[in-house]
């Protein structure tokens, strides 16, 4: 089934044109009225006073095109149904509704359909006794053999140093050359590691493998010009930079813009743009323009890259104000600055010392909660939010190096537990952290005071319970620690194991939660599934053996 919003497949494009128009913060775009099939975006501020910039192509690209239609950049923007060039009249009919004396420049992007209407619809508007010149973008540098090289997000960078050649006053000459500049200075290459999905169509299956990339595929989902093995972001981005600068040369300075095709998250693409900046373009970057969706491809999980050689008219272009939508102001690259903090923090005095039981131990528990990392993730997020496995393997790491480095007091029980706790409450995140942390600390302090082990823990349970509300029965990893530490009581680590596996066992069969993340989930899909937290302890209390 095809996963996508949608009421009526035929009017998704002109519900999405009244989305754009209502919700624009500066109020000032407009749809022509005339034929329903012709669906024009203009500025509603317009007066034909200078040059008009229009440009448009297919939907599905958002914000692009009418994204960009405000004060600074376009005065129109023509939308062709999903991922469809828009025809000929409905071009004509942007042209004729914002052109005046001064004339009217079309960017168009280097693809058939568009080239071919908007071509036509120029000729036939200078038939109309109207100035009409056109540029078309090509900066997918993805197939370099190429002659018709595609346009794709760069063609952003040419709405806005036209729109503000136009905005300055200057001649449709001079604002065709300065835009057929900008055309010859920008190089864009993407990446995808999932195509979009479509309306009313199944996904794809099986195109781009799991751990595989796309290199160069189309803003409509066309296949790329080659496959990348990994998904590893520095790569990733080394791939890219190295084809970029093969374009743009070494010594170049450059504005790079970073565009989201629609379903990457901002955290991934913060990291990449880390990636970036850091890259082997760094020296060469003066300019970040995003992250940011710009112009997309439905919701395709990938990314792209748009670098321009700089000159002084280009900089000054990207910089100026507009009232658009859909624009990101341009950001001049600077080192990530640091201020110094003193960390608070309550260090263990402990000294490390050995044993080599303990050592041992503290091994196969970290060891074990680190292998089990995926599938706690997976089995976390049918009830959760996908990063039980995660957490715990983040605190296992920390103490499996500190034990690693002998950094562990493994030769007093009780430093041991409240260094432990220590640890889980700086390096382990969510609640699982502070709860393992209050878990271990308590315990720590009870055999601090000569309490034998396994009373120190359960009153660490205890404490837990207390702090974090949840009670033995409401499905979570008390399910399991609880009765296992009960069992161990009898000194006997078999029974400890086989009460804490029934106990996470016992977690699937019940109806609901009542306390942790899984609470928060519709008792239907709890069904059968037992709980991560409740699962990690049993493994744990496996590994020991």
């Known amino acids: 089934m095809s996963r996508f919003f949608f009421n009526d497949r035929q009017k998704m494009v002109d519900d999405a044109i009244e989305g754009v128009i209502i919700s624009s913060r500066f109020r000032n775009l407009t749809r022509l009225d005339t034929d329903p099939a012709i669906r024009v975006v203009v500025r509603k501020d317009w007066n034909k006073s200078k040059v008009a910039i229009i440009s448009g192509g297919g939907s599905g690209h958002e914000p692009a095109h009418a994204g960009f239609v405000g004060k600074g950049m376009l005065t129109a923007a023509v939308c062709g149904d999903l991922f469809a060039s828009p025809s000929v009249d409905a071009v004509l009919n942007a042209i004729v509704a914002v052109t005046g004396d001064r004339g009217c420049l079309l960017i168009v992007k280097n693809y058939t359909g568009d080239r071919l209407n908007f071509g036509l619809a120029a000729e036939k508007a200078k038939k109309h006794g109207l100035k009409v010149e056109m540029v078309i973008v090509g900066d997918d540098i993805s197939l370099p053999d190429n002659k018709q090289p595609r346009g794709i997000a760069g063609t952003v960078l040419v709405h806005k140093i036209a729109g503000f050649a ?165 950001v001049k690259l600077h080192a990530m600055p640091k201020r110094k903090h003193s960390v608070i923090r309550i260090e263990s005095s402990a000294k490390p010392s050995e044993n080599a039981d303990v050592k041992t131990l503290v091994a196969n528990i970290t060891n074990t909660l680190i292998a089990q990392e995926k599938a706690l993730n997976a089995l976390d997020a049918k009830v959760g939010d996908g990063d039980t496995g995660s957490t715990f393997a983040q605190g296992a790491r920390d103490i499996a190096q500190l034990n690693d480095d002998g950094k562990l007091p493994l030769n007093d029980p009780a430093a041991l537990l409240e260094l432990i706790g220590e640890r889980l409450a700086t390096v382990m995140g969510g609640s699982s952290g502070v709860l393992m942390s209050i878990f271990f600390t308590a315990s720590g302090q009870q055999v601090a005071k000569k309490q034998p082990l396994v009373d120190a823990l359960l009153f660490g349970l205890g404490q837990m319970k207390r702090y974090g509300g949840a009670e033995l029965g409401d499905r979570t990893l008390i399910d399991a620690l609880q009765p296992a530490l009960e069992a161990l009581k009898n000194q006997d680590l078999s029974a400890a194991i086989e009460a804490a596996e029934a106990g996470a066992a016992a977690t699937a069969k019940m109806q609901k939660a009542n306390a942790g993340r899984s609470s928060y989930v519709n008792s239907e899909n709890l069904k059968g599934v037992k709980d991560p937290g409740a699962v990690a302890i049993a493994a744990v209390f496996a590994g020991i053996k």
């Open 166 to 330: 136009a905005e300055q006053g200057k001649s449709l000459s001079d604002v065709r050359d300065i835009a057929q500049s900008a055309c010859d200075s920008i190089a864009s290459m993407g990446v995808a590691m999932q195509t979009c999905n479509l309306p009313d169509q199944n996904e794809e299956e099986g195109r781009i493998k799991g751990g595989h990339l796309e290199l160069g595929l189309g803003i409509h989902g066309e296949p790329g010009a080659s496959t990348l093995d990994s998904q590893n972001s520095q790569k990733t981005i080394a791939t890219l930079v190295n084809h970029l600068r093969k374009k743009t040369g070494n010594d170049a300075r450059l504005a790079v813009l970073v565009n989201n095709l629609g379903g990457v998250s901002s955290l991934e693409m913060a990291m990449l743009t880390k990636e970036l900046v850091h890259s082997e373009l760094k020296d060469q970057i003066d300019y970040l323009i995003g992250p940011a969706p710009l112009v997309t491809a439905l919701d395709m999980k990938g990314f792209s890259l748009s670098a321009i050689v700089l000159n002084d008219r280009f900089i000054k272009a990207l910089h100026a104000d507009v009232e658009t939508a859909g624009w990101c102001p341009v």
